[in-house]
């Protein structure tokens, strides 16, 4: 069976689609499903954010085709791991969490990551080199995601 893997920021249309399309990147569709979501619904049915996009294509990804969604309370059920782009998006979803069971499911992104920051910045205030360092970060962490989820599967 699949692992159900959900990547989530505010209005899904800059980190957590970069995270879904890179974690898709490394991983075999047949053992690992990824998805996202937001915990805002500001965005909802939109493509990601053109910048987010740009930034995906400079590195051979696409993912212009997928489309916004908002974090549901179910999510919480389908989903193994939950994985949030900041405090303020972990404590949404924690929020919404009834069982312990679910709650362990959620972890901030970069703590699979030996970066020294904990939290991926939201780059749609800022410049164009905020989405390439938020590329990198997310790239970083999806790339020991797939690592420990490939291991699972051994």
């Known amino acids: 069976m699949a692992v159900k893997v959900l990547m989530v920021c505010l209005g899904n249309i800059c980190r957590s689609p ?4 890179l974690l898709q990147q490394k991983t075999d569709p047949e053992n690992i499903v990824v998805d996202s979501a937001g915990t805002g619904g ?3 049915g939109n ?4 910048r987010s996009i740009a930034v995906a294509a400079k590195y ?6 997928q489309r916004c969604r908002k974090l549901a309370t179910k999510d919480l059920d389908t ?14 979803i924690v929020a919404l969490a009834r069982t312990n069971e679910q709650r362990n499911k959620i972890r901030l992104l970069l703590s699979e990551t030996n970066l020294e920051i904990d939290e991926v910045p939201d780059p749609y205030y800022g410049g164009k080199d905020g989405f390439e ?3 990198q970060m997310i ?11 490939q291991a699972k599967n051994q």
Do not use: T, W
């Open 133 to 135: 360092n938020v590329y």
């Open 79 to 92: 989903f193994d791991l939950i994985y949030a782009m900041d405090k303020s998006n972990y404590r949404n």
């Open 139 to 149: 790239d970083q962490a999806c790339e020991a995601i797939a690592k420990k989820l």
């Open 18 to 21: 970069l995270a879904e399309g």
């Open 42 to 44: 500001f965005h909802i």
């Open 60 to 65: 051979g990804l696409d993912i212009s085709k």
């Open 47 to 50: 493509a990601p954010d053109d």
